[in-house]
Nanobody, 115 residues
């Protein structure tokens, strides 16, 4: 059974940091491209960061220099380190696994950046 379980979300003040984790199971994790998406209230889901099976990384412009995606294939886990958080980063963050026709989603974790 395929599972993607996000954790690490919460309430943080502007300028703070959070580290999201996504634990994967039920598929060959190391061969999948892993992504973090986010969806704010009333907005479309947005691709935030991608890490390929080979370790190449890409980010949406709004988080470059602040967020870092990484993966640990031994632990079947992908991470999103988020620094210098802004109120506009508030959203539900989703983990995604993609390899050709095989696409899996987690249920999301809420990140709220507010005073």
């Amino acid at each position: 059974q395929v599972q993607l379980v996000e954790s690490g979300g919460g309430l943080v003040q502007p300028g703070g940091s959070l580290k999201l984790s996504c634990a994967a199971s039920g598929f060959p994790f190391s061969s999948y491209e892993m992504r973090w998406y986010r969806q704010a209230p009333g907005k479309q889901r947005e691709l935030v960061a991608t890490i390929t099976s080979g370790g190449s990384k890409n980010y949406v412009d709004s988080v470059k220099g602040r967020f870092t995606i990484s993966r640990d294939n031994a632990k079947n886990t992908v991470y999103l380190q988020m620094n210098s958080l802004k109120p506009e980063d508030t959203a539900v963050y989703y983990c995604n696994a993609d390899r050709n026709i095989f696409i899996y989603w987690g249920r999301g974790t809420q990140v709220t950046v507010s005073t």
